[in-house]
């Protein structure tokens, strides 16, 4: 064969290791122009030069080999750029994740001083709310359209809200990814029900309370703080966690500016003397080590 290059001159001129042009052949991704059937030499012609420099940036940028093969095999050169691009778009996805999870982690590395707890006693009141069984891989997003869905209720009904949105977490959620999730909008007025939504009272509960601000992303660290509190006191009881939004993303999109108070159910044995004692005992919540989870930031 003329002007046939051997395999470590192929390598040389494509920057692909020979263990990595063996690999190709094998997998069928760069198949050598001619294989000595005697010596099992492979030789490359030039021409494949240009598909060698092609499938080394593909995969540098991590693109797996079946769709490498996609892009070489596709004669048509939008397709090609389509493919090319839906990776690209990956990489992106997967670079803000990235992103994300560093600040999250350098957030975590120089937190500011936990914040206090406080104890509360919540009266029942009606709401407008959505509630289903929800996969936690599903929370945030089922979240994000169950509080859209709501609000838009609330003003297509011309409803009145008494107070902040929130939301009720089985401890399911948690412990077997999977539970009953409640979101609601405190309203006076007669509510139609309609769709997902429905008319609901949000029970009563005493709650040990602490304020997160930030992304609901990193609110674990409340809820750590909270679960170290409840255990250290040995008040912790069963039912759902809770959360209100006194600020979010329909305020603002800045999320380092969201606030969120989270609610962990606790046994009071009296309210009044209770509520007295945690005003002059200024404890608070610096362990992280609870077993808990963020009902949407997970």
């Known amino acids: 064969m003329r002007h046939a290059l051997m395999v ?3 390598s040389k001129a494509t920057h692909l290791s020979v263990k990595t042009l063996r690999h190709y052949h094998q997998v069928g991704l760069l198949r050598p122009a001619e294989v000595d059937p005697g010596t099992g030499y492979r030789y490359y012609t030039p021409d494949q030069i240009p598909t060698a420099q092609v499938i080394r940036r ?11 093969k996609a892009v070489l095999a596709t004669p048509d050169a939008r397709t090609r750029g389509a493919l090319i691009a839906a990776h690209l778009d990956r990489l992106e996805s997967e670079l803000a994740r990235t992103r994300s999870a560093v600040d999250s982690l350098r957030d975590l590395l120089r937190r500011p001083a936990a914040a206090p707890v406080e104890h509360r006693t919540i009266p029942a009141c009606p709401a407008i709310g959505i509630t289903a069984e929800v996969d936690r891989a599903d929370l945030p997003a089922w979240w994000q359209g169950a509080r859209g869905e709501l609000h838009a209720a609330v003003q297509a009904q011309d409803l009145d809200p008494t107070g902040p949105g929130g939301g009720l977490y089985a401890g399911g959620i948690f412990q077997d990814d999977r539970g009953p999730a409640t979101v609601f909008v405190p309203v006076a007025g007669h509510v139609r029900p309609i769709g997902r939504v429905e008319a609901l009272v949000v029970p009563a ?7 997160h ?5 990193d609110a674990d660290l409340a809820y750590g703080e909270l679960g170290a509190y409840t255990a250290r006191h040995e008040i912790g009881v069963a039912g759902p966690l809770r959360e209100y939004y006194l600020r979010d993303a329909r305020d603002t999109p800045d999320a380092s500016r969201w606030v969120t108070e989270i609610g962990w159910p606790v046994f009071r044995a009296d309210a009044d003397d209770a509520a007295d004692n945690d005003n002059s005992d200024a404890d ?11 009902g949407t930031g997970a």
């Open 58 to 68: 593909l995969r540098d940028l991590d693109m797996p080999i079946t769709d490498v």
């Open 205 to 211: 509960a005493e709650l040990a309370v602490t304020t």
């Open 284 to 294: 608070t919540a610096t362990d992280t080590d609870a077993d808990v989870g963020h």
């Open 8 to 10: 470590g001159d192929f």
């Open 213 to 217: 601000h930030g992304p609901l992303a």
